[in-house]
T-cell receptor, first 108, second 114 residues
Protein backbone atom coordinates (compact mmCIF):
# COMPACT_ATOMS: atom_id res chain seq x y z
CA UNK A 1 0.00 0.00 0.00
CA UNK A 2 1.30 3.46 -0.89
CA UNK A 3 1.90 5.80 2.02
CA UNK A 4 -0.13 8.55 0.37
CA UNK A 5 -2.89 7.66 -2.05
CA UNK A 6 -4.79 9.88 -4.43
CA UNK A 7 -7.20 9.36 -7.29
CA UNK A 8 -5.02 10.16 -10.32
CA UNK A 9 -7.95 11.50 -12.34
CA UNK A 10 -8.05 13.23 -14.71
CA UNK A 11 -10.87 15.41 -13.48
CA UNK A 12 -12.32 17.31 -16.43
CA UNK A 13 -14.56 20.15 -15.29
CA UNK A 14 -16.07 23.27 -16.86
CA UNK A 15 -15.04 26.74 -15.78
CA UNK A 16 -16.90 27.81 -12.70
CA UNK A 17 -17.38 24.29 -11.36
CA UNK A 18 -16.57 23.15 -7.86
CA UNK A 19 -14.23 20.18 -7.66
CA UNK A 20 -12.95 18.16 -4.72
CA UNK A 21 -9.87 15.98 -4.41
CA UNK A 22 -9.32 13.39 -1.71
CA UNK A 23 -6.21 11.83 -0.29
CA UNK A 24 -5.53 9.16 2.33
CA UNK A 25 -2.30 8.53 4.21
CA UNK A 26 -1.11 5.49 6.11
CA UNK A 27 1.32 6.88 8.71
CA UNK A 28 -0.68 7.93 11.75
CA UNK A 29 2.43 9.71 13.11
CA UNK A 30 2.42 12.25 10.26
CA UNK A 31 2.34 15.74 11.68
CA UNK A 32 2.16 18.14 8.76
CA UNK A 33 0.06 18.10 5.64
CA UNK A 34 0.15 20.06 2.41
CA UNK A 35 -1.21 20.43 -1.05
CA UNK A 36 1.34 21.18 -3.76
CA UNK A 37 0.56 22.16 -7.33
CA UNK A 38 2.57 20.98 -10.31
CA UNK A 39 2.13 22.43 -13.78
CA UNK A 40 2.94 20.29 -16.81
CA UNK A 41 6.13 18.57 -15.53
CA UNK A 42 7.47 21.72 -13.96
CA UNK A 43 8.57 21.88 -10.37
CA UNK A 44 5.98 21.40 -7.62
CA UNK A 45 5.07 24.51 -5.65
CA UNK A 46 3.33 24.76 -2.32
CA UNK A 47 -0.37 25.58 -2.74
CA UNK A 48 -1.38 25.50 0.90
CA UNK A 49 -0.76 23.84 4.21
CA UNK A 50 -3.58 21.83 5.76
CA UNK A 51 -4.54 22.51 9.35
CA UNK A 52 -6.56 20.30 11.67
CA UNK A 53 -9.33 22.86 11.92
CA UNK A 54 -9.54 23.23 8.16
CA UNK A 55 -8.39 26.31 6.32
CA UNK A 56 -9.32 28.42 3.36
CA UNK A 57 -7.29 30.47 0.93
CA UNK A 58 -9.51 32.29 -1.52
CA UNK A 59 -11.26 29.70 -3.66
CA UNK A 60 -9.33 26.83 -2.07
CA UNK A 61 -10.39 24.99 1.08
CA UNK A 62 -8.38 22.23 2.71
CA UNK A 63 -9.65 19.78 5.33
CA UNK A 64 -7.90 17.21 7.49
CA UNK A 65 -9.46 14.29 9.32
CA UNK A 66 -6.78 12.74 11.50
CA UNK A 67 -9.01 9.95 12.77
CA UNK A 68 -9.69 8.75 9.23
CA UNK A 69 -6.25 9.80 7.95
CA UNK A 70 -7.91 11.69 5.16
CA UNK A 71 -7.15 15.04 3.52
CA UNK A 72 -9.24 16.95 1.03
CA UNK A 73 -8.94 19.96 -1.24
CA UNK A 74 -11.97 21.84 -2.55
CA UNK A 75 -11.67 24.30 -5.41
CA UNK A 76 -14.61 26.60 -5.98
CA UNK A 77 -15.35 28.60 -9.13
CA UNK A 78 -12.68 26.78 -11.15
CA UNK A 79 -10.55 28.84 -13.52
CA UNK A 80 -8.73 27.71 -16.64
CA UNK A 81 -5.51 28.53 -14.81
CA UNK A 82 -6.32 25.94 -12.14
CA UNK A 83 -5.50 23.19 -14.65
CA UNK A 84 -2.57 21.33 -13.11
CA UNK A 85 -1.70 18.26 -11.07
CA UNK A 86 -2.40 18.55 -7.35
CA UNK A 87 -0.08 16.62 -5.04
CA UNK A 88 -1.11 15.55 -1.58
CA UNK A 89 1.90 15.60 0.75
CA UNK A 90 2.46 14.46 4.34
CA UNK A 91 5.52 14.58 6.54
CA UNK A 92 7.32 11.60 8.05
CA UNK A 93 10.60 11.91 9.94
CA UNK A 94 11.30 15.39 8.61
CA UNK A 95 10.77 14.27 5.04
CA UNK A 96 7.89 14.85 2.65
CA UNK A 97 5.95 11.90 1.27
CA UNK A 98 4.13 12.67 -1.97
CA UNK A 99 1.03 11.15 -3.44
CA UNK A 100 1.06 10.47 -7.15
CA UNK A 101 -1.06 13.52 -7.84
CA UNK A 102 -4.53 14.25 -9.17
CA UNK A 103 -4.76 15.82 -12.59
CA UNK A 104 -7.28 18.62 -13.07
CA UNK A 105 -8.30 19.98 -16.45
CA UNK A 106 -10.63 22.99 -16.48
CA UNK A 107 -12.36 23.53 -19.80
CA UNK A 108 -13.96 26.72 -21.18
CA UNK B 1 17.53 34.78 -10.53
CA UNK B 2 16.06 31.48 -9.40
CA UNK B 3 16.66 30.48 -5.79
CA UNK B 4 17.21 26.81 -6.63
CA UNK B 5 19.00 25.96 -9.86
CA UNK B 6 19.74 22.64 -11.50
CA UNK B 7 22.21 21.77 -14.23
CA UNK B 8 21.89 20.39 -16.78
CA UNK B 9 18.20 20.91 -17.55
CA UNK B 10 18.15 18.11 -20.09
CA UNK B 11 20.56 15.25 -20.66
CA UNK B 12 20.60 12.26 -22.95
CA UNK B 13 23.18 9.61 -22.20
CA UNK B 14 23.96 5.98 -22.86
CA UNK B 15 23.78 2.95 -20.61
CA UNK B 16 26.89 2.59 -18.47
CA UNK B 17 27.91 6.25 -18.52
CA UNK B 18 28.58 8.20 -15.36
CA UNK B 19 26.32 11.21 -14.94
CA UNK B 20 26.34 14.04 -12.42
CA UNK B 21 23.39 16.32 -11.79
CA UNK B 22 24.10 19.50 -9.89
CA UNK B 23 21.95 21.61 -7.63
CA UNK B 24 22.70 25.04 -6.17
CA UNK B 25 20.62 27.24 -3.92
CA UNK B 26 20.80 30.82 -2.76
CA UNK B 27 18.10 30.49 -0.10
CA UNK B 28 20.57 29.80 2.70
CA UNK B 29 18.73 26.61 3.62
CA UNK B 30 20.40 23.82 5.54
CA UNK B 31 18.38 20.95 4.11
CA UNK B 32 18.58 19.66 0.56
CA UNK B 33 16.89 16.78 -1.23
CA UNK B 34 16.98 14.84 -4.48
CA UNK B 35 13.81 13.30 -5.94
CA UNK B 36 12.90 11.50 -9.10
CA UNK B 37 9.51 11.59 -10.76
CA UNK B 38 8.22 9.02 -13.21
CA UNK B 39 5.04 9.41 -15.27
CA UNK B 40 1.98 8.64 -13.17
CA UNK B 41 3.98 8.39 -9.98
CA UNK B 42 4.62 10.81 -7.17
CA UNK B 43 8.02 12.16 -6.31
CA UNK B 44 10.27 9.55 -4.77
CA UNK B 45 13.07 10.60 -2.43
CA UNK B 46 16.55 9.45 -3.50
CA UNK B 47 18.83 11.11 -0.92
CA UNK B 48 18.59 13.96 1.52
CA UNK B 49 20.98 16.05 3.58
CA UNK B 50 20.07 18.03 6.69
CA UNK B 51 23.42 19.80 6.78
CA UNK B 52 26.84 19.65 5.13
CA UNK B 53 28.02 16.67 7.21
CA UNK B 54 24.76 14.77 7.03
CA UNK B 55 23.78 12.46 4.15
CA UNK B 56 20.85 10.05 4.29
CA UNK B 57 19.38 7.51 1.92
CA UNK B 58 15.86 7.95 0.76
CA UNK B 59 13.44 5.31 -0.46
CA UNK B 60 15.18 4.64 -3.80
CA UNK B 61 18.91 5.26 -3.31
CA UNK B 62 20.24 2.17 -5.11
CA UNK B 63 22.26 3.14 -8.18
CA UNK B 64 22.73 6.72 -6.97
CA UNK B 65 25.24 8.60 -4.83
CA UNK B 66 25.39 12.18 -3.61
CA UNK B 67 27.86 14.77 -2.46
CA UNK B 68 27.15 17.83 -0.33
CA UNK B 69 30.04 20.04 -1.29
CA UNK B 70 28.82 23.08 0.62
CA UNK B 71 25.66 24.34 2.24
CA UNK B 72 24.55 25.66 -1.12
CA UNK B 73 25.48 22.69 -3.33
CA UNK B 74 24.19 19.13 -3.50
CA UNK B 75 25.05 16.90 -6.44
CA UNK B 76 23.57 13.59 -7.51
CA UNK B 77 25.61 10.98 -9.40
CA UNK B 78 24.62 7.96 -11.39
CA UNK B 79 27.79 5.87 -11.46
CA UNK B 80 26.64 3.64 -14.29
CA UNK B 81 23.40 4.84 -15.81
CA UNK B 82 20.71 2.36 -16.82
CA UNK B 83 17.54 2.93 -18.88
CA UNK B 84 15.16 2.65 -15.93
CA UNK B 85 16.84 5.72 -14.44
CA UNK B 86 15.21 7.73 -17.22
CA UNK B 87 13.10 10.22 -15.28
CA UNK B 88 12.61 13.82 -14.24
CA UNK B 89 14.91 14.70 -11.34
CA UNK B 90 14.19 17.48 -8.87
CA UNK B 91 16.35 19.07 -6.23
CA UNK B 92 14.66 20.78 -3.30
CA UNK B 93 15.63 22.75 -0.22
CA UNK B 94 14.05 23.57 3.11
CA UNK B 95 14.93 25.57 6.16
CA UNK B 96 15.05 23.59 9.39
CA UNK B 97 13.35 26.46 11.13
CA UNK B 98 10.79 27.02 8.40
CA UNK B 99 7.18 26.50 9.17
CA UNK B 100 5.65 23.19 8.24
CA UNK B 101 8.74 21.95 6.37
CA UNK B 102 7.90 23.73 3.12
CA UNK B 103 10.26 22.62 0.38
CA UNK B 104 11.35 24.76 -2.56
CA UNK B 105 12.09 22.95 -5.79
CA UNK B 106 14.48 23.54 -8.63
CA UNK B 107 13.19 23.46 -12.22
CA UNK B 108 14.13 19.82 -12.75
CA UNK B 109 16.53 17.85 -14.94
CA UNK B 110 15.07 15.62 -17.62
CA UNK B 111 17.39 12.61 -17.96
CA UNK B 112 17.12 10.03 -20.70
CA UNK B 113 19.28 6.91 -20.60
CA UNK B 114 19.42 5.04 -23.89
Amino acid sequence: RKEVEQDPGPFNVPEGATVAFNCTYSNSASQSFFWYRQDCRKEPKLLMSVYSSGNEDGRFTAQLNRASQYISLLIRDSKLSDSATYLCVVTAGGKLIFGQGTELSVKP
Amino acid sequence: DADVTQTPRNRITKTGKRIMLECSQTKGHDRMYWYRQDPGLGLQLIYYSFDVKDINKGEISDGYSVSRQAQAKFSLSLESAIPNQTALYFCATSDRSGSYNEQFFGPGTRLTVL
